[in-house]
T-cell receptor
Framework: NAGVTQTPKFQVLKTGQSMTLQCAQDMNHNSMYWYRQDPGMGLRLIYYSASEGTTDKGEVPNGYNVSRLNKREFSLRLESAAPSQTSVYFC??????????FGPGTRLLVL | QKEVEQNSGPLSVPEGAIASLNCTYSDRGSQSFFWYRQYSGKSPELIMFIYSNGDKEDGRFTAQLNKASQYVSLLIRDSQPSDSATYLCASSGTSYGKLTFGQGTILTVHP
């Protein structure tokens, strides 16, 4: 039981490049979330998926897209990376409302 | 105004003392409240949650909720150096499954 896994752990991009962050959970959770964490800002919700087949915007969705591929997997895509997207990205999942379990994070640097 | 506010600290307490972490929230519709601990370079991990007014105890941790004052706190008794981390307060409001996080309080427990 791996919980929530994320790939890659680290990534360096140049401005304008695209990439997809992958997230998977093996806890049979319905809901999945993508957050970014910046110094002094806490965790900010980018997108979430309450159930398979649905996605909704969070607090800071601009510049990102998501795909809920199936119940296990929820990916985050940066179409054209910008330096402002340099951050640590966390994926989380929950069975129903509320209690969320986090993956190990992806550290992204955009030059 | 941020919906969940925490004193960013750092809060420094001696080993064996009680550490008191505080959090206020602005959304009166918030239902549940969560405390996460985050070690440097790691992902947040749930310590406890509370949704009823009053105190909830779990080992050395006590969460306190006062909905009238819109105030949540976390007490850590017999603080240990291993408790040194950033503590994140989060609220669950009326939007399904969505958590709003405070910016976190850095706690340092010194021997």
């Amino acid at each position: 039981n791996a919980g929530v896994t994320q790939t890659p752990k680290f990534q360096v991009l140049k401005t304008g490049q695209s990439m997809t962050l992958q997230c998977a959970q093996d806890m049979n959770h319905n809901s999945m979330y993508w957050y970014r964490q910046d110094p002094g800002m806490g965790l900010r919700l980018i997108y979430y998926s309450a159930s398979e087949g649905t996605t909704d915007k969070g607090e800071v969705p601009n510049g990102y897209n998501v795909s809920r591929l199936n119940k296990r997997e929820f990916s985050l895509r940066l179409e054209s990376a910008a330096p402002s997207q340099t951050s640590v990205y966390f994926c989380a999942s929950s069975k129903q409302e509320e209690t969320q379990y986090f993956g190990p994070g992806t550290r992204l640097l955009v030059l | 105004q941020k919906e969940v506010e925490q004193n960013s600290g750092p809060l420094s307490v001696p080993e064996g003392a009680i550490a008191s972490l505080n959090c206020t929230y602005s959304d009166r519709g918030s239902q549940s409240f969560f405390w996460y601990r985050q070690y440097s370079g790691k992902s947040p991990e749930l310590i406890m949650f509370i949704y009823s007014n009053g105190d909830k105890e779990d080992g050395r941790f006590t969460a306190q909720l006062n909905k009238a004052s819109q105030y949540v706190s976390l007490l850590i008794r017999d603080s240990q150096p291993s408790d040194s981390a950033t503590y994140l307060c989060a609220s669950s409001g009326t939007s399904y499954g969505k958590l709003t996080f405070g910016q976190g309080t850095i706690l340092t427990v010194h021997p």
